[in-house]
């Protein structure tokens, strides 16, 4: 059975698309099988450079086909921030809790009207011979002033789906990985998978 390595190191990014990507005839692996591969810098401008950063060097490092994706919240009234910087909004160590409530700091007073905002996911499918497939996914919103859910991670407690009547959080598993950014762009990189007849996952 072929084999793709998940390039990160994210237990919940890790279990996230482990299941959305469970009809492909693959095993996975992730970077916490490979603990001699050390922080894989983001330095891109962009979604696009940084998911197609981290997986040609994972797929160089391994010699596997490596999945990587850069995704991060886009909030209108802050510009597009915090962007390619979701991860580290509030410096370093990543802390998703100090993200959470440095993006609620610099919205206080926004009214709701204007607290949109969107996911972005772009997934970028690396092959050892340099091959490769990319995809985007967004998935709308709006950022509540308090946190709600348990599920999920990074911003999802404060990503208010209106048509749900729940934050990100709240979303049974099996719901978000249909109506997710990842899951928006997963299903434009099944067709490309399958447009190009190149490999048998599907």
Same mark, same amino acid.
């Given at each position: @059975?072929?084999?793709?390595?998940?390039?990160?190191?994210?237990?919940?990014?890790?279990?996230?698309?482990?299941? @959305?990507?469970?009809? %492909?005839?693959?095993? $996975?692996?992730?970077?916490?099988?490979?603990?001699?591969?050390?922080?894989?810098?983001?330095?891109?401008?962009?979604?696009?450079?940084?998911?197609?950063?981290?997986?040609?060097?994972?797929?160089?490092?391994?010699?596997?086909?490596?999945?990587?994706?850069?995704?991060?919240?886009?909030?209108?009234?802050?510009?597009?921030? +915090?962007?390619?910087?979701?991860?580290?909004?509030?410096?370093?160590?990543?802390?998703?809790?100090?993200?959470?409530?440095?993006? %609620?700091?610099?919205?206080?007073?926004?009214?709701?009207?204007?607290?949109?905002?969107?996911?972005?996911?772009?997934?970028?499918?690396?092959?050892?011979?340099?091959?490769?497939? @990319?995809?985007?996914?967004?998935?709308?919103?709006?950022?509540?002033?308090?946190?709600?859910?348990?599920?999920?991670?990074?911003?999802?407690?404060?990503?208010? %789906?209106?048509?749900?009547?729940?934050?990100?959080?709240?979303? +049974?598993?099996?719901?978000?990985?249909?109506?997710?950014?990842?899951?928006?762009?997963?299903?434009?990189?099944?067709?490309?998978?399958?447009?190009?007849?190149?490999?048998? $996952?599907?």
């Amino acid at each position: @059975m072929e084999q793709i390595v998940i390039a990160s190191k994210n237990q919940g990014k890790i279990k996230e698309f482990s299941s @959305m990507l469970s009809e %492909l005839k693959v095993s $996975f692996l992730s970077l916490l099988d490979f603990p001699e591969i050390g922080e894989i810098p983001e330095e891109g401008a962009t979604f696009e450079e940084n998911a197609l950063q981290k997986a040609s060097l994972v797929a160089k490092l391994t010699g596997l086909p490596a999945l990587a994706d850069d995704s991060g919240l886009v909030v209108d009234a802050l510009g597009g921030r +915090p962007g390619v910087y979701s991860a580290r909004y509030a410096g370093e160590p990543k802390d998703d809790f100090k993200n959470i409530q440095k993006l %609620l700091q610099e919205l206080k007073g926004v009214p709701a009207a204007k607290r949109t905002a969107r996911f972005v996911a772009v997934l970028c499918l690396y092959f050892p011979d340099g091959h490769r497939v @990319m995809a985007r996914g967004e998935c709308s919103g709006i950022i509540l002033n308090e946190l709600r859910g348990k599920g999920g991670f990074g911003y999802d407690p404060v990503f208010y %789906l209106p048509e749900y009547g729940k934050t990100m959080a709240e979303l +049974p598993l099996e719901v978000k990985n249909k109506i997710s950014h990842r899951a928006r762009a997963l299903v434009e990189l099944f067709q490309k998978i399958k447009e190009a007849k190149r490999w048998n $996952f599907l």
